[in-house]
Nanobody
Framework: AQHLVESGGGSVQAGGSLTLSCVAPEFIYNGRCMGWFRQTPGKQREGVAT????????QYVDSVRGRFTASGTNAKSTMYLQMNNLKPDDTAMYYC??????????????????????WGQGTQVTVSS
C-alpha cells in the first residue's frame, strides 16, 4: 500500500527552481529518518538527501549540496525538497521515503534504499538546458 504522496514535480529550464512535497501518515512521519531519492531509466535509485523529523537535521550528497534543501512541517507531517539552480543532470523521477526503523536518526552518508520501507509513487522532474 502506498503510504507517502509526493507532488511538485514539473519541467523547468536550467537554473530554475522547484519545491517537492511529501505527505506522510503521522505514524510514519514522526520520529523517522525521511529521505529523498531519484532515479532515471536504466540506473539505480540514488539517495540525495535526508531529513530526520526528530531534530530536523539534514544531510546531502555532494551533487546537490548547496542547491537542495530538505525540510519538514511536523504539524502537517510533510517533508519538502527545495531545489534551486537545477541542472539537466537533476532530471529524474524523485521519490520520498521513510525508514523501516522508528526512533533513530538518519545514518551518515548517502541514504541507502534498503534502509527505507515506506515509499511514495514518485514525481517527475525534468530540467532542460
Amino acid at each position: 500500500a502506498q503510504h507517502l504522496v509526493e507532488s511538485g514535480g514539473g519541467s523547468v529550464q536550467a537554473g530554475g527552481s522547484l519545491t517537492l512535497s511529501c505527505v506522510a501518515p503521522e505514524f510514519i512521519y514522526n520520529g523517522r529518518c525521511m529521505g529523498w531519492f531519484r532515479q532515471t531509466p536504466g540506473k539505480q535509485r540514488e539517495g540525495v538527501a535526508t531529513f530526520y523529523t526528530g531534530d530536523r537535521s539534514t544531510q546531502y550528497v555532494d551533487s546537490v549540496r548547496g542547491r537542495f534543501t530538505a525540510s519538514g512541517t511536523n504539524a502537517k507531517s510533510t517533508m519538502y525538497l527545495q531545489m534551486n539552480n537545477l541542472k539537466p543532470d537533476d532530471t529524474a523521477m524523485y521519490y520520498c521515503a521513510a525508514t523501516r526503523v522508528y526512533g533513530y536518526a538518519c545514518s551518515p552518508g548517502e541514504p541507502q534504499s534498503s534502509d527505507f520501507g515506506y515509499w511514495g509513487q514518485g514525481t517527475q522532474v525534468t530540467v532542460s538546458s
